[in-house]
Structures are given as structure tokens and as C-alpha cells.
């Protein structure tokens, strides 16, 4: 039987709730190859969420998904990335020393605003385009910058399903 009388202890950590909330904001996502989420953290308080999507008054049925093709043709120089619209969406001007999770190890772009906005650390999940040099040229800025980056675990047992006795 269930105790009730001492503390839980499957508790998620504070690493597991921030990632799990930044891979919840991507599946607000319309790409339909790659969802990313972002969420920022100061003082173990959220203050900046995002996913990557194109900018607001731009409609997700307007423009392209493709990835590959003419540029403009493609979904490249429309969507604003999930660390920047965090950023953008932050609801304090002031982010420096925060924390930022995000499913995808942030490209050059991302790391500049990253850096300019004073975030110090970067939690990550996926490094798939490591081998690219737009990540080489984010983890030399990352690096020079000294904001640290830190790839965590897969969280494979995070599942979001409500009890219908909670209801
Ligand atoms: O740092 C990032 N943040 C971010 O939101 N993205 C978005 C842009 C695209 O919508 C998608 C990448 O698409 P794809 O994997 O098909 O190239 O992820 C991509 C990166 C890394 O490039
Ligand atoms: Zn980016």
C-alpha cells in the first residue's frame, strides 16, 4: 500500500522539470523535421520560454518547410530558433547569469544572443549537427565567452500522461 505519511521520492530533479518543459514548448512546433524548445531559468524561476517557429504575424501557411531547394524556397531565412524567441520572449530584460534548456545544441547565431544577453549556462540534450561548422563556430564563441554547455541525459522516462482518477 501507497505511504502517505513520508515525503516522495520519484520526484523530478530541477534539470528534468526545466529540459521537460523546454521539450513540451517544441511540440508547439510546425516544422516538421526538427522541434526545438527552449526554456530560461534564474534562480530556479522560468523566465523566458520558446520553439521554433516563424515570427509572430507570419502565417505557419504561408511559407515553406522544405529543407532543401532554392534559399527562399526553404524554411531557413524564415524561422526564428527556440533559444531566441526565449530570449525575445523573456519576461525580464535583464537575463544575466541565467540558465538556458534547449534540445539542440544552439547554432552560431543562437550562441551570439545567448552570450550578449549574459547567460552563463547551456543545457542541451542533442548534438546532431556537431560535425557542422556553424556548432564549430558556436563552441568557440561558447567557449571564449566562458558560458559552459552541458549535454544531459535523454530523460527517456519523463512521459506526460494524466490518471483519469486525477480528474
Ligand atoms: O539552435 C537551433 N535552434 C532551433 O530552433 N533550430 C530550428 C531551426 C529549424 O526550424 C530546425 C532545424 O531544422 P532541420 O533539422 O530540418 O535543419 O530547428 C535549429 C537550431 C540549430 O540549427
Ligand atoms: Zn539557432
Partial sequence: MENLTKKRENYISWDEYFMGIAILSSKRSKDPNTQVGACIVKDNKIIGMGYNGLPRGCSDDSFPWDKEGDFLNTKYPFIVHAELNAI????????????????????????????????????????????????????????????????????????????????
Avoid at 534540445?103 to 550578449?116: M, R, S, T, V
Avoid at 542533442?126 to 568557440?140: C, G, M, T, V
Fill in 88 to 167: 525575445l520572449n523573456s519576461i525580464k530584460s535583464d537575463l544575466k547569469g541565467s540558465k538556458i534548456y534547449v534540445g539542440l545544441f544552439p547554432c552560431n547565431e543562437c550562441a551570439k544572443a545567448i552570450i550578449q544577453s549574459g547567460i552563463k549556462e547551456i543545457f542541451y540534450l542533442s548534438d546532431k549537427y556537431r560535425d557542422s561548422d556553424i556548432f564549430k563556430a558556436s563552441k568557440l564563441m561558447l567557449d571564449n565567452a566562458n558560458v559552459t554547455y552541458t549535454q544531459l541525459p535523454p530523460m527517456k522516462d519523463i512521459v506526460l500522461q494524466i490518471d483519469p482518477d486525477y480528474i
